[in-house]
């Protein structure tokens, strides 16, 4: 116990003499030891280093967590894992979540409906988009985040206390140098006090000796450095290929997602509400998902019968064949009377089979009903199927 109060008596009695030496070179009433220019500027790219990649790191957080409330969570969460000495499970990503919402949307909407079954296929592909995702940031994560933070909290703190310990020992030293001066002059008045120099050259060649010891220490740190940078740049450049590889996956995935939407609209809008201006001189209707199929929309237009269209002499209803593929269900939205033998009256609400032929115009459609079978319009119809 006595020797514990000696101790920290002593510490006590270091730290104030640090202090006071500290405040008079503040005031510029001591001399203060200047590091070699190799050193000091050793120290300045070190401290460089640290402030830039502590900036690129957190932004690079925000980058791959943007929500600040789901990014403290996750550091909770990563936290109590690493305590416990567990791995941390994957969490879903927004996509994967969105794309899920899809999917299960499509199953109270109706899966074989135009759009359940397209939620279904745009769904999957969020999925796919989350999952590239969620590679993404485990590789970043592990390859550019992880390197970035070991230097943080691993080399930087060992530089840092090595750096305060050398600050320590040049305050030391500069202690000793100003008892040096004192105990000279005290020896110029008189020569009782040549002891005391003696004393005071000895304890600033061990000050010395600590202070160049430290200074090598802290010097090996801080060039050290340099391999940081080398290594932080191989990280970086694998961020950069992670980042492209997640980007190009996301681009592949929207063209085959395009692709397919493209296809499946080619089935359910058939070519009967492609754009033929060019042969036919005329506009087309509006489309089935018009204002025209609103709820207390009225009844559009009939269609014009262009004259390139297959007329009533030509088209023989009797003759027509649906085709073995590419038959689809309608609902009628509004009524229509049939303006000749050719076309077929619709009633509101009703369904019918419908179907296109080769060189019909696509304002029209054959409908069939039973036995009955003639023109309808497109645009008094909403395909099912």
């Given amino acids: 116990m006595d020797f514990n109060v000696k101790k920290l008596a002593s510490d006590a009695g270091v730290f104030f003499t640090r202090a006071v030496q500290y405040t008079e070179e503040k005031l510029g009433q001591a001399e203060k030891t200047e590091l070699d220019a190799h050193l000091e500027n050793l120290i300045a790219r070190a401290d460089c280093t ?28 990563e936290f109590f894992y690493e305590k416990l000495d567990r791995k941390i499970p994957s969490r879903i990503t927004n996509a994967e979540l969105l794309g899920q919402y899809m999917q299960d949307a499509a199953k109270d909407f109706g899966p074989g409906t135009p759009y359940g079954s397209t939620l279904i296929t745009v769904g999957d592909y969020q999925k796919r988009l989350g999952g590239a995702e969620r590679e993404f940031l485990q590789t970043s ?20 206390k090595e750096r305060r310990l ?4 040049r305050l030391d030293l500069d202690v000793c140098k100003a008892r040096l001066k004192k105990a000279k002059l005290a020896e110029a008045k008189a020569a009782l006090w040549s002891e005391e120099v003696d ?21 090996l740190l801080l060039e050290g450095i340099s391999s940081t940078h080398v290594n932080h740049l191989r990280c970086l ?31 359910t809008f ?9 042969t036919s001189g005329v ?3 509006p489309s089935p998902l018009s204002s025209a199929t609103l709820p207390g929309a009225s009844s559009p237009s009939r269609p014009p019968n262009p004259s390139n269209a297959l007329e009533p002499s030509t088209l023989k209803i ?68």
């Fill in 50 to 77: 640290k402030n830039w990649t502590d900036k690129i790191f957190r932004q690079t957080e925000v980058l791959l967590q943007p929500n600040p409330i789901d990014q403290t969570g996750a550091r909770i969460e």
């Fill in 141 to 160: 994560a592990i390859n550019f985040l992880t390197p970035l933070r070991n230097f943080l909290e691993g080399d930087w703190k060992t530089i840092s």
């Fill in 166 to 169: 050398l600050e320590n020992r």
């Fill in 199 to 219: 004393k005071a050259e000895h304890e600033l060649r061990v000050a010395q000796t600590e202070f160049d010891r430290q200074a090598e220490v802290t010097r």
């Fill in 237 to 267: 450049h694998e961020f950069v290929e992670a980042q492209a590889a997640y980007y190009t996956q996301c681009h592949k995935h929207m063209q085959d997602l395009q692709k397919e939407l493209s296809s499946a609209n080619g089935d």
């Fill in 270 to 278: 058939p070519n009967a509400f492609a754009v033929n201006a060019s």
């Fill in 283 to 285: 506009s087309t209707g």
């Fill in 318 to 385: 009797e003759e027509v064949k649906p085709p073995a593929t590419g038959t689809r269900k309608a609902k009628v939205l509004y009524d229509y009377d049939a303006a000749d033998t050719s076309e077929l009256s619709l009633l509101a609400d009703e369904l019918i089979t419908v179907y296109t032929v080769p060189g019909m115009d696509p304002d029209w459609l054959i409908g069939e009903r039973g036995n009955q079978k003639g023109k309808v319009p497109v645009t008094y119809l909403e395909l099912l199927s």
